[in-house]
């Protein structure tokens, strides 16, 4: 069975409490009060819960680092395909080239 509990998704916090209902069970936060979907087994309100975790916590470091790079990335790509346009494809080169061997 699955213990391992992430850390709250929306404030990082580690307090948390499993609730035991009739037929569900639920992860909450006692920091914040935010709770996670409730299931009947615990291992799915649990699995959920981390999921919601992981996915939130990369999206934000995710945010922070590789979207600045992907914008980089992104500012390079139209940057090379602008002079691209301006300047016509790389082709002159090659096509000096062969004029030369000619
Ligand atoms: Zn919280």
Request: with cysteine; glycine share 4%.
């Amino acid at each position: 069975m699955a213990s391992l509990i992430e850390p709250c998704p929306f404030c990082d916090s580690g307090h948390l409490h499993i609730s035991h209902h009739l037929l569900s069970h639920s992860v909450t936060c006692q920091t914040c009060k935010s709770t996670g979907p409730h299931r009947r087994k615990l291992e799915d309100a649990l699995q959920e819960w981390n999921h919601t975790s992981k996915l939130l916590r990369s999206a934000r470091t995710a945010s922070n680092v590789q979207v600045h790079g992907h914008l980089h990335e992104l500012e390079d790509a139209v940057r090379n395909l602008a002079s691209a346009l301006r300047y016509g494809p790389f082709k002159h080169k090659g096509a000096t080239k062969l004029e030369l061997e000619h």
